[in-house]
C-alpha cells in the first residue's frame, strides 16, 4: 500500500501536458521541412571537404564483382562480411575523402558518439580493437573504420572523391552500370547502397542568409584554419578575439558548444528549441576488464544484450548500463507495477508517460543544480517527452553556460529572425559576430534521389524514384522488386533500431555476404525479390503498432516531419512489427536457412 503511494507521480501532470502543448504550438510553421534551404548554386561552398585533398585520377571502366556506393558503416561492414565469404572484388565507391561516412565528415570539436562504444563500433571483435572509453570520440571511430578498411583490403578498389551520377540495370548482360562525376564508367554484378539516413547538411531558410560578410561554416565541414585546434581536442586558439554565433541545439551542439565557450571570447547560442541533457558518465575502459569479457562472440553478446534492454524485451543483465537502456528500464519497471487485470495498453501508455514526466522533470532539475543563473537554467529547459527529439547525454554542456563568454540567445521557439551583414537578429535584437556557425543538422524527408546525388534505374527503365514516389517499397528495407542484384543497407522497413544504428547495418551486411556467396557457388547471375514478397512485407510492416516517436503531439523536428508527421499507407509502414529482437531472430533464420525466402535466384546467361 505504502509502496504504491511513494510511486504516485510529484508533479501536476495536466499542468505539464499543458505547458508540453503550449511549446509544441509556438513552435509549429505551416512551411515545415520546407524553412530548410537546400545547399547549392551560391551556397554550395558549404559543401566543401575542409579534410581531405581531392587528387586527379584516370577514370575506371572495368568491371567488379560488387559495387557500394558509400564508404561509412554500411560500406565497410558489407566489404568485411563479402570478403569473409572470399569475395574481394568490392568496390567502395565515397563522395568524402577516405572511409568513415558520418565520421568522415562529423569532425567538430567534442564530436562523439552517444551510444557506447563497446556496441556501437562495427567489427571490434575481428579488428581486436578496445575502445578507450566508454563512450568514443569520433578520431576514434574515425579510426575504427581506416581500420576496418584496411584490414579487409577494401583501399585497394575504392574511389574517394567520387560522387555517382547514374546506376542503370544492363538486362541484357544482369550488370550494374555506373556513372560518376569523375568520368567513370565501369559495371557491377551485384551493387549496395549504403549512403546514410543523414548525411546532406541543410540550413535554416533565415532571411539574409547570404548577406553574412563575416566567416561561417556547417559543423559537419568545420573549419580549423579558422578556429584553431583539431578534432583530438586541443583548443580552438584562433578564436580568442572573435565574437561567435552558433545555430542549433541539437545533438552536435550539445556537443560542441562547451569547446567554443572555452575558445571563444563570446559565444551565442541562439535556441530554437531546447535539447534534453542528461548525464554522460564516461570513463575509460580498463585493459584488465576489457581482457575478462571479450571472450569469443562478445561483442554480438553485448550488441543483442543491449537491443534487448532498449527494446524493453527480457534479459538476465543489463550489460552497458547507459542512459537508453535507463528509458526502456524506467518503463518497463512502471509497466510492471500494474495488474494482471490492468494491463491494458491505455495503462501501459500512461505508465510510460508518468515514467516519461518523471525522467524529464529530473533532466530538468539538472538545469538548475548546474547552471547558475536561474533564468539561463530555465531556458535550457526541454518541455516534450524524452524521445521527441534526440535525447542527448553530456556533463560539460550545461556548465559551458557558466563561462561568462557563453551568452544563451534564447529565441522563444520562433529561430533566428534575419542574419544582417554584420550578424544575426534576434527579437529585434542584434548581435554582431565574426562567425557562424550552422548546427543546423541534415536533410531528412527530402526525395532519396536529391540525398544522394542520383537516380537508380532497373527493369524495364523503372526509375527507384518513380517506383517510390508513394512511399518507400523493399523487403526488409534491402531488396526492391525490378532492381535485381541490388542491395540497401539501412534500417528502415527493417529493425529500424535508432539507438544502435550500426547493429541493423551488421546484419544487412550479414544477409548480403550469404547471399552473394549462395548465388556465386550456384551460378545464379540474377538475385530479385518478388513482388508478391515485397507486398506481403509491406503488409507485415503495416501491422505494427504506432511508433513512440515521430508523433504531431511532439514538437516539431526532424522526427515528426517538423510537426506534420508522415503519411499513413505505404510511407508509415517503416518498422517489423515484433520489434528489433524479433526482426534480427527472424532475418538469421531466414538467411541461414538457405531458402531464401521471398528471393529468386536466376541464371539468365
Ligand atoms: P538537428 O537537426 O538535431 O538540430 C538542428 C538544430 O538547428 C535544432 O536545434 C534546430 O532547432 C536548430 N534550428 C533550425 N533552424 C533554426 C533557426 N531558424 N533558428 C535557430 N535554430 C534553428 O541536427 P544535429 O546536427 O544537432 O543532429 C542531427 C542528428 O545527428 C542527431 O539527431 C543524431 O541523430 C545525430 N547525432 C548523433 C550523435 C551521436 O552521438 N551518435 C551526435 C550528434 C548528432 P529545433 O529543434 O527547434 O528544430
Same mark, same amino acid.
Given at each position: 500500500?505504502?509502496?504504491?503511494?511513494?510511486?504516485?507521480?510529484?508533479?501536476?501532470?495536466?499542468?505539464?501536458?499543458?505547458?508540453?502543448?503550449?511549446?509544441?504550438?509556438?513552435?509549429?510553421?505551416?512551411?515545415?521541412?520546407?524553412?530548410?534551404?537546400?545547399?547549392?548554386?551560391?551556397?554550395?561552398?558549404?559543401? =566543401? *571537404?575542409p579534410? &581531405?585533398? #581531392?587528387?586527379?585520377? $584516370?577514370?575506371?571502366? /572495368?568491371?567488379?564483382?560488387?559495387?557500394?556506393?558509400? @564508404?561509412?558503416f554500411?560500406?565497410?561492414?558489407?566489404?568485411?562480411?563479402?570478403?569473409?565469404q572470399?569475395?574481394?572484388?568490392?568496390?567502395?565507391?565515397?563522395?568524402?575523402?577516405?572511409?568513415?561516412?558520418?565520421?568522415?565528415?562529423?569532425?567538430?570539436?567534442?564530436?562523439?558518439?552517444?551510444?557506447?562504444?563497446?556496441?556501437?563500433?562495427p567489427?571490434?571483435e575481428?579488428?581486436?580493437?578496445?575502445?578507450?572509453?566508454?563512450?568514443?570520440?569520433?578520431?576514434?571511430?574515425l579510426?575504427?573504420?581506416?581500420?576496418?578498411?584496411?584490414?579487409?583490403?577494401?583501399?585497394?578498389?575504392?574511389?574517394?572523391?567520387?560522387?555517382?551520377k547514374?546506376?542503370?540495370?544492363? =538486362? *541484357?548482360?544482369? &550488370?550494374? #552500370?555506373?556513372?560518376? $562525376?569523375r568520368?567513370? /564508367?565501369?559495371?557491377?554484378?551485384?551493387?549496395?547502397? @549504403?549512403?546514410?539516413?543523414?548525411?546532406?547538411?541543410?540550413?535554416?531558410?533565415?532571411?539574409?542568409i547570404?548577406?553574412?560578410?563575416?566567416?561561417?561554416?556547417?559543423?559537419?565541414?568545420w573549419?580549423?584554419?579558422?578556429?584553431?585546434?583539431?578534432?583530438?581536442?586541443?583548443?580552438?586558439?584562433?578564436?580568442?578575439?572573435?565574437?561567435?554565433?552558433?545555430?542549433?541545439?541539437?545533438?552536435?551542439?550539445?556537443?560542441?558548444?562547451?569547446?567554443?565557450?572555452?575558445?571563444?571570447?563570446?559565444?551565442?547560442?541562439?535556441?530554437?528549441?531546447?535539447?534534453?541533457?542528461?548525464?554522460?558518465?564516461?570513463h575509460?575502459?580498463?585493459?584488465?576488464?576489457?581482457?575478462?569479457?571479450?571472450?569469443?562472440?562478445?561483442?554480438?553478446?553485448?550488441?543483442e544484450?543491449?537491443?534487448?534492454?532498449?527494446?524493453?524485451?527480457?534479459?538476465?543483465?543489463?550489460?552497458?548500463?547507459?542512459?537508453?537502456?535507463?528509458?526502456?528500464?524506467?518503463?518497463?519497471?512502471?509497466?510492471?507495477?500494474?495488474?494482471?487485470?490492468e494491463?491494458?495498453?491505455?495503462?501501459?501508455?500512461?505508465?510510460?508517460?508518468?515514467?516519461?514526466?518523471?525522467?524529464?522533470?529530473?533532466?530538468?532539475?539538472?538545469?538548475?543544480?548546474?547552471?547558475?543563473d536561474?533564468?539561463?537554467?530555465?531556458?535550457l529547459?526541454?518541455?516534450?517527452?524524452?524521445?521527441?527529439?534526440?535525447?542527448?547525454?553530456?556533463?560539460?554542456?550545461?556548465?559551458?553556460?557558466?563561462?561568462?563568454?557563453?551568452?544563451?540567445?534564447?529565441?522563444?521557439?520562433?529561430?533566428?529572425?534575419?542574419?544582417?551583414?554584420?550578424?544575426?537578429?534576434?527579437?529585434?535584437?542584434?548581435?554582431?559576430?565574426?562567425?557562424?556557425?550552422?548546427?543546423?543538422?541534415?536533410?531528412?524527408?527530402?526525395?532519396?534521389?536529391?540525398?544522394?546525388?542520383?537516380?537508380?534505374?532497373?527493369?524495364?527503365?523503372?526509375k527507384?524514384?518513380?517506383?517510390?514516389?508513394?512511399?518507400?517499397?523493399?523487403?526488409?528495407?534491402?531488396?526492391?522488386?525490378?532492381?535485381?542484384?541490388?542491395?540497401?543497407?539501412?534500417?528502415?522497413?527493417?529493425?529500424?533500431?535508432?539507438?544502435?544504428y550500426?547493429?541493423?547495418?551488421?546484419?544487412?551486411?550479414?544477409?548480403?555476404?550469404?547471399?552473394?556467396?549462395?548465388?556465386?557457388?550456384?551460378?545464379?547471375?540474377?538475385?530479385?525479390?518478388?513482388?508478391?514478397?515485397?507486398?506481403?512485407?509491406?503488409?507485415?510492416?503495416?501491422?505494427?503498432?504506432?511508433?513512440?516517436?515521430?508523433?504531431?503531439?511532439?514538437?516539431?523536428?526532424?522526427?515528426?516531419?517538423?510537426?506534420?508527421?508522415?503519411?499513413?499507407?505505404?510511407?508509415?509502414?517503416?518498422?517489423?512489427?515484433?520489434?528489433?529482437?524479433?526482426?534480427?531472430?527472424?532475418?538469421?533464420?531466414?538467411?541461414?536457412?538457405?531458402?531464401?525466402?521471398?528471393?529468386?535466384?536466376?541464371?539468365?546467361?
Amino acid at each position: 500500500m505504502s509502496e504504491a503511494v511513494s510511486e504516485k507521480p510529484k508533479f501536476d501532470k495536466e499542468a505539464l501536458r499543458r505547458k508540453y502543448r503550449e511549446e509544441r504550438d509556438k513552435r509549429i510553421r505551416p512551411d515545415g521541412n520546407d524553412q530548410y534551404v537546400e545547399i547549392k548554386d551560391q551556397l554550395a561552398h558549404y559543401l =566543401e *571537404d575542409p579534410y &581531405v585533398p #581531392r587528387t586527379e585520377r $584516370d577514370p575506371v571502366t /572495368d568491371h567488379v564483382t560488387f559495387a557500394f556506393i558509400g @564508404g561509412g558503416f554500411s560500406g565497410l561492414v558489407t566489404g568485411a562480411r563479402l570478403a569473409e565469404q572470399g569475395i574481394n572484388d568490392v568496390r567502395i565507391l565515397e563522395k568524402g575523402g577516405d572511409f568513415g561516412g558520418t565520421w568522415y565528415w562529423n569532425r567538430y570539436p567534442g564530436a562523439m558518439c552517444d551510444t557506447a562504444a563497446l556496441i556501437y563500433l562495427p567489427l571490434l571483435e575481428e579488428t581486436g580493437h578496445m575502445p578507450s572509453k566508454k563512450y568514443v570520440y569520433a578520431p576514434e571511430i574515425l579510426e575504427q573504420c581506416q581500420r576496418i578498411g584496411e584490414q579487409y583490403n577494401l583501399y585497394d578498389n575504392a574511389l574517394f572523391h567520387t560522387q555517382v551520377k547514374e546506376l542503370k540495370w544492363d =538486362e *541484357d548482360a544482369s &550488370v550494374w #552500370r555506373i556513372t560518376t $562525376d569523375r568520368g567513370d /564508367d565501369f559495371t557491377a554484378r551485384f551493387v549496395g547502397m @549504403g549512403t546514410g539516413p543523414l548525411h546532406v547538411p541543410k540550413l535554416p531558410g533565415i532571411a539574409g542568409i547570404e548577406s553574412f560578410k563575416g566567416h561561417s561554416f556547417h559543423t559537419s565541414r568545420w573549419d580549423y584554419d579558422y578556429t584553431g585546434g583539431n578534432p583530438e581536442g586541443a583548443p580552438l586558439d584562433k578564436l580568442g578575439d572573435k565574437r561567435v554565433a552558433i545555430i542549433g541545439t541539437g545533438a552536435t551542439a550539445v556537443q560542441c558548444i562547451a569547446p567554443l565557450a572555452e575558445g571563444a571570447k563570446d559565444l551565442y547560442v541562439c535556441q530554437r528549441t531546447p535539447s534534453s541533457v542528461d548525464a554522460r558518465n564516461n570513463h575509460d575502459i580498463d585493459a584488465k576488464w576489457f581482457e575478462d569479457i571479450a571472450t569469443p562472440g562478445w561483442q554480438m553478446r553485448w550488441i543483442e544484450n543491449f537491443t534487448a534492454n532498449q527494446t524493453g524485451q527480457p534479459a538476465d543483465v543489463d550489460l552497458v548500463q547507459d542512459g537508453w537502456t535507463d528509458i526502456s528500464k524506467r518503463v518497463r519497471a512502471r509497466i510492471g507495477q500494474l495488474s494482471k487485470e490492468e494491463m491494458t495498453v491505455q495503462n501501459m501508455m500512461a505508465a510510460y508517460e508518468d515514467s516519461d514526466l518523471e525522467k524529464m522533470e529530473e533532466i530538468r532539475a539538472r538545469c538548475n543544480e548546474i547552471v547558475e543563473d536561474p533564468d539561463t537554467a530555465d531556458h535550457l529547459k526541454a518541455w516534450y517527452q524524452q524521445l521527441c527529439k534526440r535525447p542527448c547525454f553530456h556533463d560539460e554542456y550545461l556548465p559551458a553556460y557558466n563561462q561568462p563568454s557563453c551568452h544563451l540567445i534564447d529565441t522563444d521557439g520562433q529561430g533566428v529572425e534575419r542574419i544582417t551583414e554584420k550578424g544575426v537578429v534576434v527579437a529585434g535584437k542584434e548581435y554582431e559576430v565574426d562567425c557562424i556557425i550552422y548546427a543546423s543538422g541534415f536533410e531528412v524527408g527530402t526525395p532519396y534521389d536529391r540525398r544522394s546525388g542520383y537516380d537508380t534505374i532497373g527493369k524495364d527503365g523503372l526509375k527507384l524514384s518513380d517506383y517510390w514516389a508513394d512511399g518507400m517499397r523493399t523487403m526488409h528495407g534491402v531488396h526492391i522488386n525490378g532492381f535485381p542484384n541490388m542491395f540497401i543497407v539501412q534500417a528502415t522497413q527493417g529493425a529500424n533500431l535508432i539507438s544502435n544504428y550500426p547493429h541493423n547495418l551488421t546484419e544487412c551486411g550479414n544477409s548480403i555476404g550469404i547471399m552473394v556467396k549462395h548465388a556465386l557457388d550456384h551460378g545464379f547471375n540474377e538475385i530479385e525479390v518478388s513482388r508478391e514478397a515485397e507486398d506481403a512485407w509491406i503488409k507485415l510492416l503495416l501491422q505494427a503498432p504506432p511508433m513512440m516517436i515521430g508523433t504531431t503531439e511532439c514538437t516539431p523536428g526532424y522526427y515528426n516531419n517538423e510537426g506534420h508527421g508522415w503519411d499513413e499507407g505505404v510511407t508509415g509502414a517503416v518498422s517489423y512489427p515484433h520489434g528489433p529482437v524479433a526482426y534480427f531472430n527472424y532475418l538469421h533464420e531466414w538467411r541461414n536457412s538457405g531458402n531464401f525466402e521471398g528471393i529468386e535466384f536466376r541464371k539468365t546467361n
